[in-house]
């Protein structure tokens, strides 16, 4: 069956970087669109960015832009979030979601088939 594994998150000081990353199995990788959604205490996940299965097509919400970088290796499939300048608001868990579509991205939660269990990212200021 289809399995995301999220690993890489943790605690970090403002201003600090993680890399996050997403191990699936049991699909053909290469023809997943990913995605990267995030859910705060007490709020509705929302979506953070995405990757088209090519990995030509990339699109991020305007609060991680320029801090975010969402990138795939389909040798290892494995789609990661390169995260900088990380601030207290980005706290919450980090969850992938894999969604077979061979047009762009996805940016709609409904939309993605298959999900990880998340990983906790924490800010400190």
Same mark, same amino acid.
């Given at each position: ?7 890489? $998150?943790?605690?970090? #000081? &403002?201003? *600090?970087?993680? @890399?996050?990353?997403? !191990? +699936? ?9 990913? $995605?990267?959604?995030? #859910? &705060?205490? *007490?709020?509705? @996940?929302?979506?953070? !960015? +995405? ?23 389909? !040798? ?50």
């Amino acid at each position: 069956q289809v399995q995301l594994v999220e690993s890489g $998150g943790g605690l970090v #000081q &403002a201003g *600090g970087s993680l @890399r996050l990353s997403c !191990a +699936a199995s049991g699909l053909t990788f290469s023809r997943y669109a990913m $995605g990267w959604f995030r #859910q &705060a205490p *007490g709020k509705e @996940r929302e979506f953070v !960015a +995405a990757i088209s299965r090519s990995g030509r097509s990339t699109y991020y919400t305007d609060s991680v832009k320029g801090r975010f970088i969402i990138f795939r290796d389909d !040798a290892k499939n494995t789609v990661y979030l390169q995260m900088i300048s990380l601030k207290p608001e980005d706290t919450a868990v980090y969850y992938c979601a894999a969604q077979a579509w061979d047009g762009g991205v996805i940016l709609v939660a409904a939309e993605y088939d298959y999900w990880g269990q998340g990983t906790q990212v924490t800010v400190s200021s």
